[in-house]
T-cell receptor, first 116, second 113 residues
């Protein structure tokens, strides 16, 4: 069974608009962590934001925020005021005790394109 | 700090050849990982290590081997390369701890013809 599901293969957004990238996860472990990474066309993996399952507040890092809905098992990434440089692949990933050794399971990604 | 470094950046192999992908980190991280990323897909874990001398299989280990003789280095060995191993390979490291992210190297693009 898929542990991480990203249902949007591609998204197109106008510059300066906000965008939400969807991520749902599946785990029976009460302790888990959720991560978002950005992969620009140059190929490197860039860490964006982390949310722990026991964190009371949604994580924020600059223009990035995580809309964490625990009961729905969703951890959507919100990018405010999108910029051309936000065009990239975005991956959601999860760590839980099933993974052990701090391993991550990645979703298949969403390709975000920002139009001028 | 250089972070996580990988060599080579690109490589073309013929079917049946072998090679070693190098990975090094200078952050004194205990945990290291090898992933492969096929076109348009997410990352899949090949092997990982929780410290020098300790390695274990990930989701897709067949056709690969690893070793971890030092904290800094975690090479990935491909024996008898096959076209199915054409992929981009990422090495990553982590200090451990629940909320620490993995730090990724720049990747190695491998083509097997």
């Amino acid at each position: 069974a898929q542990k991480i599901t990203q249902t949007q293969p591609g998204m197109f957004v106008q510059e300066k608009e906000a965008v939400t990238l969807d991520c749902t996860y599946d785990t029976s472990d009460p302790s888990y962590g959720l991560f978002w990474y950005k992969q620009p066309s140059s190929g490197e993996m860039i860490f964006l934001i982390y949310q722990g399952s026991y964190d009371q507040q949604n994580a924020t890092e600059g223009r990035y925020s995580l809309n964490f809905q625990k009961a729905r098992k969703s951890a959507n990434l919100v990018i405010s005021a999108s910029q051309l440089g936000d065009s990239a692949m975005y991956f959601c990933a999860m760590r839980d005790k099933d993974q052990g050794a701090q391993k991550l399971v990645f979703g298949q990604g969403t390709r975000l394109t920002i139009n001028p | 700090n250089a972070g996580v470094t990988q060599t080579p950046k690109f490589r073309i192999l013929k079917i049946g050849q072998s090679m070693t992908l190098q990975c090094a980190q200078d952050m004194n991280h205990n945990y290291m990982y090898w992933y492969r990323q096929d076109p348009g897909m997410g990352l899949k874990l090949i092997y990982y290590s929780v410290g020098a001398g300790i390695t274990d299989k990930g989701e897709v280990p067949n056709g690969y081997n690893v070793s971890r003789s030092t904290t800094e280095d975690f090479p990935l060995r491909l024996e008898l390369a096959a076209p199915s191993q054409t992929s981009v390979y990422f090495c990553a490291s982590s200090p451990g701890g629940w909320n620490y992210e993995q730090f990724f190297g720049p990747g190695t693009r491998l083509t097997v013809l």
